[in-house]
Every structure is written in structure tokens, then in C-alpha cells.
T-cell receptor, first 110, second 113 residues
Framework: DAKTTQPTSMDCAEGRAANLPCNHS???????VYWYRQIHSQGPQYIIH???NNETNEMASLIITEDRKSSTLILPHATLRDTAVYYC???????????FGRGTSLIVHP | DADVTQTPRNRITKTGKRIMLECSQT?????MYWYRQDPGLGLRLIYY???????NKGEISDGYSVSRQAQAKFSLSLESAIPNQTALYFC????????????FGSGTRLTVV
């Protein structure tokens, strides 16, 4: 399964959009892009996933480039409660078990 | 009630003691996992089970054992706890084939003194 690359840390002002990038240049056709977040010491929480179309739910939007080699998670109006580590994972499911590496530490400041 | 429940939430134990961490789920998922997280690091897989009769080692299984008592229950044991097993432990579940995401428990903070 494809590996992912994310920036180590980012910051964002409260009320502004937070755009978290993820590079997955080796992604294959049957692999989905998933995003999770982990608020301090809590279990990771599923946010959103997509295959090739952009997706939106009540938490966030996921923009996947046409070549599928990268994606961006968008939190449209970040709040202080969005401060967390965000993990981008690529998986086709089946017997593959994704790893949760270091992710991107997002700090939302007042 | 939470979909994935871990007990205890916090535990302090002494070196050499046997300890069991329990996980139960109401998601109806076949797949269950145990992860460990050390400060400032990601999650590392300890053991996983794709169904009641299936148990598999993850990347850091040494010093740990597991038991899948039922579809809904997956326990992690430290037979003889040591200080470097002090960590945050998470249980998770997923469906088959796992493309709809993982559900995690709230974690067990274990301290071995």
C-alpha cells in the first residue's frame, strides 16, 4: 500500500480555514485516502475518506487531485477544539492494516 | 455507551506483575486491534484479529499476548510487566474489508513502576 508524507506541524488562526496537505504519489487505483485525527491522548477519530472524487461531511472536506497523488483536508472554520494530530492514510482494505505515523500536528490559535 | 470500550482507563502496576487490558465493542465488527502509543509518537500495532479464530502478531508483539474471547471482546495481556511497557494503549475495530474506517476506544494509560 502507498506511503504518505505530511508536514510535521502547522498552525491556523481560529475561524480561518485549515488546509492540511498529504502526498501519496505511489497510490494505486483501488486505494482510498482516509483522514483521522487524534485530540490529545484520546483515541484517533475517523474524519473522512475518498477514492477520487472530492468529499464533504459535517466535519471536513477532502480534495483529491485528479492524478490522485496528493490530497488536502480542509477544516473550513477551524476552532480551538480542532487542535490535534491529523493522520493521512492510504489503504485498499483487505488484509492491509494501515499505520498511524507521526501525522501533522495542527495548532489552532485564538 | 461507547462503541469501543476499554477497561481500565488508567492503571499503575509493578514490574513483574501480570496485567490484562480489556476491550469490548458494540459495532458488530469482526476485526479488532491493539495499538500502543508512546509520547510524541504514532501508534504501533501489537496484535490484531480478523475473526474469533484468527490472531496475528503486529510489529511489536514481544512481551504481549492476546485473547479473542468472542466477536465483541479482545483482551491484551502483559505476562510480566516491565517499565518500558509504560504507554497509552488503544483498542480499535474495523469491518471487512476495512475500507470504512477504524473505530478506536478511549485508551488505557498504563504505568509500570
Amino acid at each position: 500500500d502507498a506511503k504518505t508524507t505530511q508536514p510535521t506541524s502547522m498552525d491556523c488562526a481560529e475561524g480561518r480555514a485549515a488546509n492540511l496537505p498529504c502526498n501519496h504519489s505511489t497510490i494505486s487505483g483501488n486505494e482510498y485516502v482516509y483522514w483521522y485525527r487524534q485530540i490529545h491522548s484520546q483515541g484517533p477519530q475517523y474524519i473522512i475518506h475518498g477514492l477520487k472524487n472530492n468529499e464533504t461531511n459535517e466535519m471536513a472536506s477532502l480534495i483529491i487531485t485528479e492524478d490522485r497523488k496528493s490530497s488536502t483536508l480542509i477544516l473550513p472554520h477551524a476552532t480551538l477544539r480542532d487542535t490535534a494530530v491529523y493522520y493521512c492514510i492510504v489503504s485498499s482494505g483487505g488484509s492491509y492494516i494501515p499505520t498511524f505515523g507521526r501525522g501533522t500536528s495542527l495548532i489552532v490559535h485564538p | 455507551d461507547a462503541d469501543v470500550t476499554q477497561t481500565p482507563r488508567n492503571r499503575i502496576t509493578k514490574t513483574g506483575k501480570r496485567i490484562m487490558l480489556e476491550c469490548s465493542q458494540t459495532k458488530g465488527h469482526d476485526r479488532m486491534y491493539w495499538y500502543r502509543q508512546d509520547p510524541g509518537l504514532g501508534l504501533r500495532l501489537i496484535y490484531y484479529s480478523f475473526d474469533v479464530k484468527d490472531i496475528n502478531k503486529g510489529e511489536i508483539s514481544d512481551g504481549y499476548s492476546v485473547s479473542r474471547q468472542a466477536q465483541a471482546k479482545f483482551s491484551l495481556s502483559l505476562e510480566s510487566a516491565i517499565p518500558n511497557q509504560t504507554a497509552l494503549y488503544f483498542c480499535a475495530t474495523s469491518d471487512f474489508p476495512g475500507v470504512w474506517g477504524y473505530t478506536f476506544g478511549s485508551g488505557t494509560r498504563l504505568t509500570v513502576v
